[in-house]
Nanobody
Framework: QVQLVESGGGLVQPGESLRLSCAAS????????MGWYRQAPGKQRELVAT???????NYADSVKGRFTISRDNAKNTVYLQMNSLKPEDTAVYYC???????????????WGQGTQVTVAS
């Protein structure tokens, strides 16, 4: 099995910063893409940012210039630095990893349990 565990959520005021972390563990052969998604109440889950093993990044337009995704491949960990937070960033943030468990295992999605980020004054 593969587990993804997030940390770092919380309550902040508009304009402040937060850093989310997500560590993958378990039976891991390779992690291809790691990233962050979020889901606000009454809305669908949406992509926030992803980063491939080789370093290619992808950001939602709404977070470009404010959020930065980074990754430590040796530690199977991904981070999301969130600056200049806005109330509309309030959501549950989910970590995602595209993981293969062996050389013959097809890569598939794994998800963390989610961490709440609330931006309010």
């Amino acid at each position: 099995q593969v587990q993804l565990v997030e940390s770092g959520g919380g309550l902040v005021q508009p304009g402040e910063s937060l850093r989310l972390s997500c560590a993958a563990s378990g039976s891991i052969f390779s992690i291809y893409t790691m990233g962050w998604y979020r889901q606000a109440p009454g809305k669908q889950r949406e992509l926030v940012a992803t980063k491939t093993k080789s370093g290619t990044t992808n950001y939602a337009d709404s977070v470009k210039g404010r959020f930065t995704i980074s990754r430590d491949n040796a530690k199977n960990t991904v981070y999301l630095q969130m600056n200049s937070l806005k109330p509309e960033d309030t959501a549950v943030y989910y970590c995602n990893g595209v993981v293969s468990r062996s050389i013959t295992d097809l890569p598939r999605d794994y998800w963390g349990q989610g961490t709440q980020v609330t931006v309010a004054s």
